[in-house]
């Protein structure tokens, strides 16, 4: 059985907590859009080339393969569900939030030298500055108003599962780095699904022709390689970005934690408390940094046992797309297929020891939101 992490559970229930104000594709229009691009892909299989292999074209002009071309494109297709659409909105929400309270940041600094009053109507003053700080700080509020929505929906599906999962387990879960990534995964696994069952509709009815059983291989084929691609490419980004990313925070919470012990020392009175609570302060940005490392490490570990699997569904999809023997035979593949996708649901979450710690958690939140800036 799969054992993702309890992030990915999380993430799937945002299928119907997503805001209506972000325009998430119907299947039918998903359906649309994949069919030419795997039709595609098929032929290029089908022609027996290998896929990966550049034209002296594509060479000099530093493009990947066509094939890899329309696996990128297939996968932008497959993964734009109401699961990433959730994310993009809470994402879009904390980048709001953080640019209006840096701006009232600014009008209260501006504050101390603007003038009671101005004839030029452009000019801040006092009041239209504290005019515009109660306007932001109610539009931050209406704005976690609506994290808040979410996150109880997503709490209250999950627990209408009959998960033990907690409040703070489903905060961490929303607010993680790979959160973008691991959504794209799980929405790339549902319309698969979807499209796996509009096929077996179709080949179910009297008279499917032998013709449109092989143009049906090969879509499912396709859906077992942009499933791969869509699971290499989150451990690409945990790798080459996050965990980089991440060593940047813990050298520089190291750096500042030197200085300060050796400043200790020489400072005076005043300045050695300021240290003695910045120590602390960057022994706690280290501890996070660490336990972010391992919640980091630990997704992969769950991502390469399901790349494993599905790369071997892929080869197997491939060859039956090749050999192309039966419908019944194809029929019977995707069935067991389609077990091997629900098993992707089935899992218990495991608690993080970070959320134990309010002081670590924040710690956590903080490290998300650097990661989130660079």
Excluded at 24 to 30: C, G, H, L, P, W
Excluded at 84 to 103: C, H, P, S, V
Excluded at 190 to 199: D, F, G, H, L, S
Excluded at 357 to 369: A, G, N, P
């Amino acid at each position: 059985m799969h054992r993702m992490s309890s992030f990915c559970l999380a993430l799937l229930v945002l299928l119907g907590s997503a805001s209506p104000s972000l325009a998430v594709r119907s299947f039918q229009e998903v359906w649309d859009d994949a069919m030419p691009l795997m039709s595609k892909g098929a032929d290029i299989v089908a022609s027996g080339q290998n896929p990966d292999e550049r034209s002296w074209g594509e060479i000099l002009t530093f493009r990947d393969s066509k094939f890899a071309r329309l696996m990128e494109e297939c996968f932008e297709v497959m993964a734009d569900s109401s699961i990433t659409g959730g994310i993009r909105e809470l994402d879009a929400i904390r980048r709001a939030n953080a640019e209006k309270r840096a701006k009232i940041a600014e009008l209260q600094k501006k504050a101390v030298s603007a003038p009671s009053s101005s004839w030029n109507p452009l000019k801040d003053t006092q009041q239209s500055i504290r005019e515009d700080v109660v306007r932001m700080r109610q539009e931050i509020a209406d704005n976690e108003a609506r994290m808040e929505q979410l996150r109880e929906s997503t709490l209250a599906a999950l627990q209408s599962r009959g998960l033990p999962v907690s409040r703070e387990q489903v905060d961490a879960m929303l607010g993680a780095i790979d959160g973008n990534d691991t959504a794209s995964v799980m929405a790339v696994a549902e319309n698969i699904k979807a499209i796996q069952a509009a096929i077996e509709q179709q080949l179910s009815q009297p008279g499917a022709s032998m013709e449109l059983v092989q143009s049906y291989t090969g879509v499912y084929m396709m859906c077992r390689k942009v499933y791969v691609y869509a699971i290499e490419l989150a451990l690409q980004r945990i790798d080459e970005s996050y965990l980089k990313r991440l060593d940047g925070i813990r050298k520089e919470a190291e750096s500042l934690l030197a200085e300060a012990k050796a400043m200790m020392a020489r400072a005076g009175e005043s300045d050695r408390k300021i240290l003695a609570a910045n120590i602390p302060a960057n022994q706690r940005t280290l501890e996070a940094a660490d336990l972010y490392r391992r919640y980091l490490e630990r997704q992969k570990s769950h991502l390469r046992a399901l790349l494993g699997e599905a790369s071997t569904s892929a080869k197997v999809a491939v060859n039956t797309y090749r050999t192309v023997r039966t419908g019944t035979e194809l029929l019977g593949l995707m069935k067991r297929s389609e077990a091997d996708f629900s098993e992707i649901f089935k899992f218990q979450p495991p608690a993080l020891s970070l959320l134990y710690d309010d002081r670590l958690r924040q710690e956590f939140e903080s490290i998300t939101e650097r990661l989130r800036a660079e």
